[in-house]
């Protein structure tokens, strides 16, 4: 059974770079495209951006060009780093893999990062 | 404010059916055969249900369904269970630059 757990600090500081880390297990992360969503306190869900095992990337332009995915295939792990964090980022964030038909197969069960000085 | 349009909540008794409505456009509900629905327990991971508008992942219980008429999809949950109580997403392709949207979420209450 394939299991995703993110991990990362809690708490970051308006202006600085979030840091995300996505471990899974039971699986491989060949043929799949690994993925970063985020919910904001009482919103939606958005969707941030995905990896390929390749090191492929695709991003959501409305994150403006500040969030970076890179993989390690040694750890099964993916990360994100998002810079220049404001209030707005605050949000819960899961990472997910991609299954057929763009759906998200399998989630983290989130993790909540507030920004705040 | 989300992309796809859902009703913020809905409630049923158990046994009952219900159907949860999640309203896009041509560029991705109505475009494309790529809608999923998925059940988030607060606090927990949020879960597959359905994908490709219709196809239920292994071990999901056949009392979910979904369908697609023009730019609206539907999840359908029928004989509904105390358990069935949770927050409903869907989610699209979209043909814009995006790639995936969500909707805003649906809180289905078993009575």
């Known amino acids: 059974q394939v299991q995703l757990q993110e991990s990362g600090p809690g708490l970051v500081r308006p202006s600085e770079t979030l840091s995300l880390a996505c471990t899974f297990s039971g699986g491989s992360i060949s043929t799949y495209y690994w993925g970063w969503i985020r919910q904001p306190p009482g919103k939606g869900l958005e969707w941030i951006g995905y990896?390929?095992?390749?090191?492929?990337?695709d991003y959501n332009p409305s994150l403006k060009s500040r969030d970076t995915i890179s993989v390690d295939t040694s750890k099964n792990q993916f990360s994100l780093k998002l810079s220049s964090v404001t209030a707005a980022d605050t949000a819960v964030y899961y990472c997910?893999?991609?299954?057929?038909?763009?759906?998200?197969?399998?989630w983290g069960q989130g993790t909540l990062v507030t920004v705040s000085s | 404010q989300s992309a796809l349009t859902q009703p913020a909540s809905v409630s049923g008794s158990p046994g009952q059916s219900i159907t949860i409505s999640c309203t896009g456009t041509?560029?991705?509900?109505?475009?494309?055969?790529?809608v999923s629905w998925y059940q988030h327990h607060p606090g927990k991971a949020p879960k597959l249900m359905i994908y490709e508008v219709s196809n239920r992942p292994s071990g999901v219980s056949n009392r979910f369904s979904g369908s697609k008429s023009g730019n609206t999809a539907s999840l359908t949950i029928s004989g509904l269970q105390a358990e069935d109580e949770a927050d409903y997403y869907c989610s699209s392709y979209t043909s814009s630059s995006t790639l995936v949207v969500f909707g805003g979420g649906t809180e289905l209450t078993v009575l």
């Open positions: 990896i390929y095992h390749s090191g492929s990337t």
């Open positions: 997910a893999r991609t299954g057929g038909g763009w759906s998200f197969d399998f």
């Open positions: 041509s560029s991705d509900v109505g475009g494309y055969n790529y």
